[in-house]
């Protein structure tokens, strides 16, 4: 009995030892020889074919365009951030054959792979004059005389255009096919409009406009309006989320401020492009302006602004990250066709209700069961608010005035631009080529986003909806139970 | 051993527990669901698996407490060591029959996400790796809780011992977090960790020495019940 026992014992200590010991081996050859599968997410790069239609025409008219990239293609292939720039170019290449060239050459000595002379020189100013940096990460891309350059000559990775960086610089998304399609489009075209954006009124920097304006052809500026004068070179004038009021002259007074300036703009046939922040301070003077354009943020008896709640149609669950539908009007459904077949949602986060007169139009609704929140409190459940409006006004010398106003800082917002499943990216492009009139768009170009766990078009009524679901399973079966329980204890 | 498990997995359903398990495992499960993804906005998977891993250290105790306890205190616990059947494969039997449950719970509640496919791309690796991390911690659980069931009579004491037992595997983790990585006493903590191991699947790797690990604890508690019965049988 005893010798049993201390046998077992033993046998027990011995199968404990051996269990160790295995581990310890397993885990000595997992340290050294790496005994492990990572499987890693694959990422697509492929173009989704968007641009079939853009390049149409250009196709048809047999024109050409060159991508010259500064760099040899075997050093391109292996490059961390320009091998996938190569892998887009190619896609192109192979899809617009004979009409998308590449070519690969060596910015230092000044030759092609093919032996062929390189004439840096010839690009070291860009068409308007300025000074361009060319450097083996650079992409030059030509079409005849019209040319452009990318060069990064900020980031030590190169190819920094084609990619979206947070603020820590780290790569949060590819847009090879957009950036291809953008520059592509632009050399195709003769005359390019600037956009400037004003400053002097803590705007804050919205650098996925400012992309998205540049993909859109425009060349992308400041201007100080308290100090210079709208220039005749500016297509569009960007008041992006102002913080601080515009100036105004005193009544009778020959002094030209801002609002003068803007005014005199307008007159001329000038474009301008509003975002406002509605948790901002009332800005008077610049809202007055914009009423005169028939377009006016709604507030209550305080002056605070009337934000859009909408919790069973919205995307967060407090309801104020809304889904805007495009509204009905000559604009707004023209804009609709274009997009339409893209897919996805425009998204606007804390967005204000704007008021509408003379020929004021509206670009954006929310649903039907939104309401107005303002001052703590919802005041109105109207529903199918105007979140978005534009404004066409003719002038005297029968040229036309255009405003559009959205009273929300998120439309233009990175993680609603650099995104498939948003479509504010896309409602932008149908702004600047049906309501601006500035040509064909890179519509529907896809990103390639990284670490993207954001659950996209989801709406709360929809979350609500697939939780009361999942809970009806275990219900389901609990009178599933009871019921085979109970019956089996009669029989 | 297969009598054995059709009989244990027929009474989880003429009886009350295998229902209420899965009633409250689902239910459970839903409810993180739902949390942790769908009102978080959020398709990362690592969150639910979590809490999952926390619950099931609560939820399979109750699973497994009365696997061999209910015997003893039935007093029917002669009847099954003498029956025809070795003791290793009546163990494994009931052993196989509890991961069965939790199993099965598993992989159907991890159907939800599917859910997600509309509005995000899911990460298939990182998914299939916590869904294969669980049923391998849940399989530890199991082999814990049916070791503490055949120690007492008591189905409550064998529950509470389970979670002490789990619960000190996990505490190892939570020591190993505090001690400084250039220690080499972590590596040992982290090696012995549940936690740490589960979170290398996680990542979406699939790592031999992590598999190693959760299939040898499970194997060695499946041994100790089995030398448990096997002694009192002689005995």
Known sequence: MHSRNFFSAVLVVAIVAAVVFLNIIVYTLDEHFGLYIHSEQRDDLSISGATDTLFADAIAEGKKVTVTFCMYEDALKVHPTGSYVYRTAREFAERYEGFVELRYANALTQLYENGDFFDVSAYSKDMRGNDTVINDTSVIFRCGDEYRVLTDAYTGSGFVDFYTLDEEMYITAYNGEEIFAAMMSWVLTEEHGTAYFTTGHSETPNLPLYNVLACAGYYVDTINLRREDIPDDADLIVVANPLSDFERAAEGSSLRTEIERLTSYAERGGAMLVTLDPMAKRLTVFEQFLSDFGISVRRDANGESAIVKDPNNGITADGFTLVGSYAEGDVAETMYEKTKDLGGNIIVRTVAALELSGGASPLLLSSPAASIHAGGETVESAGRYVIAACSARANEDGSTARLVVVPSIYLTATDAIVTNAYSNKDFLYSLFDVFYGHGEMPYGCHSVVYDNDILENLTMGEARLYTALLIALPVILAGVGVFVTVRRKNR | ?235
């Open chain 2, 1 to 235: 051993m297969l009598a054995i498990y059709k009989r244990e997995m027929r009474s989880y359903f003429t009886g009350v527990i295998g229902y209420a398990f899965l009633v409250v495992f689902m239910a459970v499960a839903a409810a993180l669901f739902s949390y942790t993804t769908l009102f978080a906005m959020s398709s990362d998977v690592t969150s639910y698996f979590t809490f999952m891993l926390l619950f099931s250290a609560v939820i399979l105790p109750i699973l497994t407490m009365k696997s061999f306890s209910e015997e003893r205190k039935a007093r029917t616990e002669q009847l099954v060591l003498t029956a025809p059947v070795s003791i290793p494969a009546m163990v494994l039997g009931k052993f196989l029959a509890a991961y069965t449950m939790f199993a099965g719970a598993l992989l159907f509640t991890s159907l939800y996400f599917l859910i997600l496919i509309p509005y995000a791309e899911l990460q298939g690796a990182i998914l299939l790796g916590n869904i294969i991390a669980l049923l391998l911690v849940g399989m530890v659980f199991v082999s814990i809780g049916i070791f503490a069931s055949s120690l007492t009579e008591n189905q409550l004491s064998a529950a509470v011992s389970t979670i002490a037992i789990i619960m000190a595997f996990l505490a190892v983790g939570i020591v190993a977090a505090l001690i400084p990585s250039n220690y080499w006493i972590r590596s040992i903590f982290d090696a012995l960790s549940i936690y740490t191991r589960f979170q290398t699947f996680t990542n979406g790797y699939f790592d031999l020495a992590s598999l190693v690990y959760y299939l040898s604890v499970s194997a060695l508690f499946v041994y100790f019940t089995i030398r448990i019965y096997d002694r009192r049988r002689y005995n």
